[in-house]
């Protein structure tokens, strides 16, 4: 099935209709994955050009972007959203010419795409490495949640929130697992301790922030994705760069953590 797509401006797309299936998003994600692969972007939009379009945060002809260019995608993970309508896909791209890790959103409005933005990462942005990141995020085991073990929205949602508040206030109890491990770029803390937490982050300088959070949660993935702006990391831009927390919960536990962050000037400036 192929998705039509819906003129919705940029203010409204972050508001997508709710209760989807499953199979639907499930199939929508595939064909995403199928467009980038080839290159081919009318596979999400047919004929219609107008479909809202962002490449991280900044509004951009889907023709011109990087949904224009086969890529070579070695590795991909998906959340779907059903309450929301909404899919979450992690792209890693590690043997392309060019690699990439990309995470993207796509949000629907009355069963029809009306929105894709993505958080696209390549060489200079922070702490990119591709081939770690792809070496890494095979070995993690996101599997389907048992239904009676399922954590609830509010629970995932709030681990998210959590994690990312803990970062401007060091007092905030973030429900680490053990073992937790996170994927910053190509980087892995895993590998250090695997059997222990190795998630939790120092407190940024006062104040600190992160805002215009976008989630996508998914109960049977035990997943949510956070969408934001990332301040303080990138000199040039204080107020944000474009940025994804994707979060594994298991028990009301975090598990995994993968960040994405975009920078305006190598590694941040930094």
Not at 228 to 253: A, C, H, Q, Y
């Amino acid at each position: 099935m192929i998705y039509s797509v819906l003129l919705v401006g940029v203010g409204l797309a972050s508001q997508a209709s709710a209760a989807c299936s499953r199979a639907m998003l499930q199939e929508a994600a595939a064909t995403y994955i199928r467009a980038q692969a080839a290159g081919q972007s009318n596979l999400l939009t047919l004929d219609n050009n107008n479909i809202s379009y962002m490449e991280n945060d900044t509004p951009m002809d889907i023709k011109k972007g990087v949904l224009s260019q086969p890529i070579t995608i070695d590795f991909n993970r998906s959340l779907h959203d059903t309450t929301e309508c909404i899919t979450s896909t992690e792209l890693s791209a590690a043997t392309n010419k060019n690699p990439y890790v990309i995470n993207t959103r796509i949000l629907f409005t009355d069963g029809k795409i009306s929105a894709i933005q993505s958080v696209v990462a390549d060489t200079g942005d922070w702490a990119f490495n591709a081939a770690g990141q792809l070496s890494w995020t095979k070995k993690e085991k996101w599997d389907p949640i048992p239904e009676g073990k399922r954590d609830s929205r509010a629970v995932i949602k709030a681990a998210g929130d959590a994690y990312l508040d803990s970062w401007g206030d060091g007092t905030v109890k973030v429900p680490y697992g053990t073992p937790c491990a996170r994927l910053e770029g190509g980087m892995y803390t895993g590998d250090k301790s695997p059997t222990t937490n190795t998630c939790k982050m120092p407190e940024f300088p006062k104040p600190f922030k992160i805002t215009n959070r976008r989630y996508v949660i998914d109960e049977e993935g035990g997943g949510v994705a956070i969408f934001n702006d990332f301040p303080f990391i990138d000199k040039t831009k204080p107020n944000g760069t474009s940025s994804t927390n994707t979060l594994r919960v298991e028990g009301g536990m975090i598990r995994y953590i993968h960040e994405i962050t975009v920078c305006a000037t190598k590694n941040c400036g930094r």
